[in-house]
């Protein structure tokens, strides 16, 4: 057979290893950091334009801004856009993950096969496919950014080599600039891509045996450009790191922070080394902080580090003659030093996603050692050598292989990390929520307990704890109890504010479900000295601390907080604020069904608030108000929901009715407006064919917001109203005893504020009708306004002295006030 057929046979064969390795990864779903990088990353969704993406960083925030992590992707993420439009959940982005870890993996074959022998050409090639510290690149869809990025380095060293081998002058400039595009395409995949610059200034030194040359001198220039470039992009904010997920880069004291980091940097080593105990997590407990040399592990890191870099640097002196060695040595120390905290602080104590790149340079350095000790080697050495390197790289395929099945389960994989890093509380944090998701109670306060024990100010254990409360609560479990569940919840915001996390993360879903937990606890449970008003203050405050973040924080649950906080104050007729807080709903939600339940609500405030200023309004003789004098909904306006056009066709009322004064155009002429507004919203809400049951159970509010529709059509237009509110028996009766009868069924609901609205409405059409004049002092009995029970009493009493002592809808004994 010729080379070159046996040279394409080796790399067919190492791309189709490195991306069969990874095949069982397909069937997997989205965990851990892939949540937030794609699931709840809008310039990944398609919720922003794709031009937003050059002004937000990798997880979607604005890349100026105080909350974002300063990691700018921009190719990375444009990628994720187009396969997450697929909308095949983690398939296509594991498939592209394969076939991005094969042909990196051709690559390095590529890159060593004509200076090496074949066996260790294929030999570190193999190393690199099947190694299992790459698991946390290749099987997680938010590691395609160091595979993408390191697959372009190593493209863009594979473009050098080519330009040095072109004789015409003008080609091999061509391709080197081709070289040092794709090396700019690098570093706007990840970060770490900028040692491309590096390790093609060294190898242009080796090849010309100088420093100087047009090649490193265009590298060193486009290598400074960038760099300036990316720093500018990030802006004068510094990014936000938080201390707990890189403890040693934060620590105060000089020698602790360089063990510690010393240590960082051996236990990388480790992994590529000795990959067996693996971890999608090695923040806050997992790698506690050296203090001084006494620990072995200060000692022990610092010899291992060195010995390590003594063992590899020989390796590249050993074949000086083979000047590329450096080069990979380079490719292995340059990214190393820039997750090392050396040069620059990381937002992570230890990952192994980041050692993609750095693993490159080693497989092929440690394929050198093993091809010098080969040569040096007895026949029978040799022999007992190939058998050695086989066993390794099945080993260490099989291990790869089972890894994949645990990042295709977000609780395998927790419990797996988690047995590799007992210490970490975050991973015991995330086990308790996906096993709460999975109403495993038990097992959820188990593990979050066990964080809580591991650090007890981390606070969303806490907030998972009260969680794990309030989910007994709904399943009325015997063993709920209201207060664990409150101090849980209230331990972890305080905890969150202390730390400078409000705003951030779920703080916002845990405020809000400890606000919504305020409304319903009975106020015994607060404590044997609360009462009901401290009850609905703490409320209160937790509802305003959560809608009162900075506009740059607020997500989809702040829109919901909202809309909650706004059916809160309804409650203590703070109608006003209520209001605001739908209006705030409409402006910062991209929620249609939270939208168009905030369409309902407002409606139905704005409904409420101007009947009643209608009703204050001294009882002159008014004039019906005419289509033509209403500025909004005009006359031409069409019916837009489906109630009115099942009643287009019913007769018009009687003149006699049409001519009943409603409001006076002279002094309430904003209300009008206001009532019209009122309509467009409901019509709006009540056209929503899906209103989120959690939000409306019993479809209530529906039917309150018709309700609220049929007064403010009642308020401004006869026609319609009649038409609105004229349902089955009661077609052929008055406008105002169909009110009236819908308000009766409004208090039967449960609704006494909204039947008190209608009972009056309906009197201001016909002011002596016997049924609201009955059932209104009831209802205002209800609402606690004893006086204006008494009042509406005696008014109905004097027109109607027959009235019923007991009325039949309200059940009020009217004798008793």
């Known amino acids: 057979l010729s080379r ?109 096969a004509p200076r090496v022998p074949l066996p260790e050409a294929t030999f570190a090639a193999a190393l690199f496919a099947v190694h299992p510290v790459h698991c946390d690149a290749v099987s997680s869809a938010v590691g395609m950014a160091d595979v993408f990025s390191s697959c372009l380095v190593l493209l863009a060293l594979a473009a050098g080599e080519c330009s040095f081998r072109t004789r015409s002058w003008l080609g091999a400039g061509a391709v080197w600039g081709l070289s040092l595009a794709i090396g700019v395409a690098a570093v706007f995949s990840k970060e770490s891509g900028v040692a491309v610059f590096l390790v093609l200034l060294v190898y242009a030194a080796a090849e010309r045996r100088s420093w100087v040359s047009p090649q490193s001198a265009s590298c060193g220039v486009v290598a400074v450009l960038v760099c300036v470039g990316r720093l500018a992009i990030n802006g004068s904010t510094p990014p936000l790191f938080v201390p707990e997920n890189n403890p040693a880069a934060f620590a105060n004291d000089l020698p602790t922070r360089i063990l510690s980091l010393t240590y960082k940097a051996w236990r990388h080593l480790r992994l590529l080394c000795w990959p ?56 292995f120390c340059a990214p190393f030093v820039l997750i090392s905290d050396i040069v620059l602080t990381s937002g992570f104590a230890l990952a192994e996603r980041v050692l993609y790149l750095p693993s490159a340079g080693f497989c092929v350095l440690l394929a050198g050692l093993v091809g010098q000790a080969h040569q040096c080697a007895s026949a029978t050495g040799k022999w007992c050598l190939r058998l050695t390197v086989a066993v390794c790289v099945g080993l260490l395929a099989h291990r790869t292989w089972t890894r994949n099945y645990e990042w295709n389960d977000g609780a395998a994989l927790y419990l797996s990390s988690l047995q590799a890093v007992p210490r970490n509380e975050k991973l015991a944090d995330l086990l308790a929520v996906r096993l709460l998701n999975t109403n495993d109670r038990t097992g959820a306060e188990k593990y979050a307990r066990r964080a809580v024990q591991l650090n007890p100010s981390y606070w969303h254990a806490h907030a998972v704890l009260g969680q794990v409360a309030n989910e007994r609560r709904h399943a009325a479990d015997l063993s709920f109890n209201w207060l664990d569940g409150l101090t849980h919840m209230e331990t972890a915001l305080m905890l969150a504010e202390q730390q400078g996390l409000l705003g951030l993360g779920d703080e916002p879903k845990i405020r809000l479900n400890l606000a919504s937990l305020l409304q319903e606890a009975p106020s015994s449970a607060m404590g044997p000295t609360a009462t009901a008003e401290e009850q609905a203050g703490r409320a209160e405050y937790h509802f305003e601390k959560l809608v009162s973040v900075d506009e ?71 004039q019906c108000v005419a289509l033509g004098h209403v500025p909004l909904a005009s006359r031409n306006e069409k ?90 028996p009661r077609i052929k ?18 609704q006494p504020l909204a039947a008190v609205d209608g009972w009056r409405l309906a009197l201001v059409l016909e002011p002596e009708l016997a049924m609201a004049m009955g059932n209104l002092p009831g209802g205002l009995h209800a609402l606690g306004r004893r006086d204006e029970a008494e009042a509406a009493l005696s008014r109905a009493r004097h027109v109607h002295p027959d009235l019923p002592a007991t009325f039949a809808v309200t059940k009020l004994d009217l004798s008793k006030l």
């Open 276 to 331: 067996v105990h693996l971890s999608c997590d090695y923040s806050h407990g997992s790698l506690p902080l050296v203090h001084s040399l006494r620990d072995i592990r200060g000692v022990g890191s610092i010899a291992a580090v060195c010995g390590t870099l003594v063992a590899l640097a020989w390796t590249a002196w050993g074949q000086r003659r083979r000047p590329d060695n450096l080069v990979w040595l380079v490719l």
């Open 4 to 112: 070159s057929f046996v040279l394409l046979l080796c790399s067919v064969s190492c791309f189709a290893l490195a991306a069969a390795l990874f095949g069982n990864s397909i069937h997997g779903e989205l965990v851990f950091d892939d949540v937030y990088a794609i699931t709840a990353n809008p310039d990944v969704q398609g919720d922003s334009h794709w031009l937003d993406v050059l002004s937000n960083d990798f997880w979607g925030h604005p890349i100026r801004g105080p909350y974002s992590h300063k990691s700018y992707r921009p190719l990375t993420t444009w990628l994720f856009r187009w396969l997450a439009s697929i909308r095949a959940g983690k398939g296509p982005f594991a498939i592209m993950n394969c076939v991005l870890h094969g042909l990196s993996t051709c690559l390095i074959f590529a890159l060593r």
């Open 733 to 750: 009766l008055s406008l105002a005893t169909c009110i009236s009868h819908l308000a009766s069924e409004q208090y039967a609901a449960g």
């Open 639 to 728: 019916p837009t929901s489906e109630l009115d056009a099942v009643f287009d066709d019913l007769p018009p009322e009687d003149s006699g009715s049409q001519s009943r004064c409603v409001v006076s155009s002279a002094t309430v002429d904003r209300h009008v407006e206001a009532l019209h507004e009122a309509v467009h919203h409901l019509r709006q809400g009540l056209a929503a064919q899906v209103v989120r049951p959690e939000l409306d159970p019993n479809h209530r509010k529906a039917s309150e917001a018709q309700y609220r529709l049929c007064l403010a059509l009642a308020a401004t237009r006869h026609e319609e109203a009649r038409r609105a509110c004229s349902l089955g």
């Open 552 to 622: 740059e924080l607020k997500v989809g649950i702040h829109a919901l907080g909202h809309l909650i906080y706004g059916s809160f104050l309804e409650r203590f007729h703070r109608f006003r604020e209520a209001e605001l807080q739908y209006r705030a709903v409409l402006f910062n939600s991209d929620n249609f069904d939270v939208e168009r339940h905030a369409q309902l609500r407002l409606g139905s405030v704005l409904v409420h608030m101007n009947l009643q200023l209608i009703f204050a309004q001294p009882q002159a003789p008014m």
